[in-house]
């Protein structure tokens, strides 16, 4: 059934974070302050991996490239938009860009969860069996292994947006949020949708939960591993894994809550889309290069390549 001939609406309004117009243009400034800060930093991250042969040739910052790389791209999926927003009086947005925003938000979101648990076994093999790290984290695990993360991401939204893409919407079209999400949007169909709600949940929630417990449990086994070893050589790798540690609760923390967790109401969800469209983007670049030697150490590495190669020419 082809969607926009049994559908009256066209367009969903987002109601945003405030209706204040002194809040909406402070709000402007802050989140575009922020949003090129998630840009510079992620792409700052991105590019030191690239152009760094040392990095680029190491798989936990080969990793961690693609996470810079997705975190960027699931905050342009709803930041500038939100930020216009701040300055229109109409605050809407087309129903298939909104169908469109749910797709890049499942795919990104499901790639990343992925990415999040090949990260926690990289850090596990290199700690628990660092003999047969490099044979087992070769250049063909690395690329299989982000080759899935897209591919499972790519499941994890079909799954969902197969079934929401065929629903009518010919009533309510307004969406107290900041960007188009599911459990929003299916509240807004005019038929029964409890049975697309549950595939959401267990989609995107129970999911998301589940894999949480699993990296909780391994990263308590990596430092139990770490307790009983000499401390002398292992508190580099302690804090690596508290970086690790921190990203994956912040980044699983606000999706359990706002897929899963049923006690919240809608000023909640809006804080919790700002936590994992902004907040965690914003977070990543600094737990991962303000506090790490060797991504300082490469950024020296290329800009003392930079400066040479400008005194050759």
């Known amino acids: 059934m082809d969607m926009m001939n049994s559908s009256m609406v066209t367009e969903f309004v987002l109601l945003g974070l405030t209706n204040t117009w002194e809040l909406e243009i402070f709000f402007f400034f802050i989140f575009s302050l922020a949003y090129a800060s998630i840009v510079a930093g992620n792409l700052l991250i991105v590019v030191i991996i690239t152009f760094d042969s040392l990095l680029y040739s190491t798989p936990m910052y080969f ?11 699931v905050s342009t999926i709803t930041t500038p938009k939100m930020v ?72 994890h939204t079909m799954s969902q947006m197969v079934f929401t893409i065929t629903l009518p919407f010919c009533g309510p079209n307004v969406v107290d949020d900041i960007f188009c999400d599911l459990p929003h949007i299916l509240k807004l169909a005019c038929t029964e949708t409890f049975i697309l709600e549950l595939l959401v949940i267990a989609d995107s929630g129970l999911l998301s939960f589940i894999c949480f417990i699993l990296l909780l449990i391994s990263y308590t086994v990596i430092l139990v591993t770490i307790r009983r070893r000499s401390s002398g050589g292992l508190s580099k790798a302690l804090s690596t ?45 600094i737990i991962y290069t303000l506090r790490n030697q060797e991504m300082k150490a490469a950024i020296s590495r290329l800009r003392t390549k930079h400066i040479l190669r400008i005194n050759w020419y």
């Not at 961690?64 to 791209?73: A, E, I, P, Q």
């Not at 990203?247 to 999706?255: D, Q, R």
């Not at 359990?256 to 967790?261: E, P």
């Open 241 to 285: 894994l508290s970086a690790h540690i921190i990203v994956v609760t912040l980044f699983f923390g606000s999706i359990i809550f706002i897929y899963a967790w049923p006690f919240r109401g809608f000023s909640v969800d809006k804080f919790l889309s700002v936590f994992y469209s902004i907040i965690t983007p914003l977070l990543n670049p």
């Open 63 to 73: 990793l961690l490239g693609n996470l810079s790389f997705l975190d960027m791209s």
């Open 84 to 155: 216009t927003d701040f300055l229109r009086e109409n605050k809407t947005i087309s129903l298939w860009g909104c169908m469109a925003q749910m797709f890049f938000l499942h795919l990104l979101g499901g790639s990343e969860m992925t990415l999040l648990i090949v990260m926690a076994v990289d850090r596990y093999i290199a700690i628990c069996k660092p003999l047969h790290y490099t044979s087992i984290m070769n250049r063909r695990v690395l690329v299989g292994s982000v080759l899935l993360s897209w591919a499972v991401g790519f499941v």
